[in-house]
Structure formats: structure tokens, C-alpha cells
């Protein structure tokens, strides 16, 4: 399920397996013996961990990033890689690991707009808990200042209003 690519020191891919195929919809006759920077770009983030990994050595455990396909697509990859080398230590190239994450990324957006969604709808319950409370107010005293009026008191039709409203 992972995909696989390798590189030389030259930068140049050495092997793309089908599933590296597969995820990023490349053919793997048409990437073999190209540079990092044909097939991906030299400002891509595979080239940046490309040269993290061969001038620096760093080995990257688990890198997560979105990569554009060549079809103007775009993927969350999950990206591995490790250092090659010969029978004698010398390094001679790197490999890159990949995993499609586009698919589990999409449902952790889901679940965040849920909670998202969840947090509104709360504070929302609260705000309209608190509105009703104070409009019970204003009602119950719009009730008490009807009961001190005496008929046709000019106030008695605004608080007639007030009372039809609330």
C-alpha cells in the first residue's frame, strides 16, 4: 500500500513501485532516470527533504504535507524517508516511504467541523437561555406596572404592546 521511491546521489529516481504509481498518478517509465527536480519541482517539499536527507543526512520518521499531482490534483502525503548505502557504509542515495493520507485528512476535517458545529450550537443554547431569562423579566415586570395602572392610562397601550411582543 505504500508507495516507494528511491533516489541517487545524483538527485535521479532509481525505482518507483506501483504503489508510488498509484498515489501520486505518475507512470513509472516516464519518472525513472528523471531528477528530483522534473518530477516533482525544485522548490516541492520532496526536494527540500530530498536535500534534508542527502547533504544533511537527516532521516525524516514522519512528514505530512500536500503535494500537487501533475494532473493539478492535490494529495496529503505521508512521507518516510532513510538514508542507502553500499556494503561499506558509503551513502548512496535515499529512500522516500509515501502513504495517501487525503482520505483520512478529509474525515478529520469532518470531525472538526462537527465539534465545530457542536461548540456553536452550545453557545447558541446559551445565548438564547440568557435572552429568554432577561425577556422574562422585562414580562414580569410589564405585568406588575399593568396591574398599578389605572384604566385608560396612556402607558396601558405601550404595555399592552410590550406584552403582545414578549
Known amino acids: 500500500a505504500s508507495g516507494v521511491i528511491t533516489f541517487n546521489q545524483g538527485r535521479v529516481v532509481t525505482t518507483f513501485n506501483a504503489a508510488a504509481a498509484r498515489i501520486l498518478e505518475m507512470d513509472p517509465q516516464s519518472v525513472i532516470g528523471k531528477t528530483c527536480a522534473d518530477v516533482f519541482s525544485s522548490d516541492s517539499k520532496v526536494a527540500t527533504l530530498l536535500e534534508d536527507c542527502l547533504v544533511r543526512g537527516e532521516v525524516i ?8 499531482r501533475p494532473d493539478g490534483g492535490r494529495i496529503w502525503v505521508g512521507v518516510s524517508t532513510s538514508l542507502l548505502k553500499d556494503r561499506t557504509g558509503r551513502l548512496i542515495g535515499t529512500t522516500f516511504v509515501c502513504t495517501d493520507l487525503t482520505e483520512i485528512r478529509d474525515l478529520q476535517e469532518q470531525v472538526e467541523l462537527r465539534e465545530r458545529m457542536t461548540v456553536l450550537g452550545e453557545m447558541s443554547a446559551g445565548i438564547a437561555h440568557e435572552f429568554r431569562n432577561f425577556m422574562g423579566t422585562i414580562l414580569g415586570a410589564a405585568k406588575l406596572i399593568a396591574k398599578q395602572l389605572r384604566p385608560g392610562d396612556p402607558t396601558q397601550e405601550t404595555l399592552q404592546t410590550i406584552l403582545h411582543v414578549i
Open 61 to 68: 520518521t514522519r512528514e505530512q504535507f500536500e503535494l500537487e
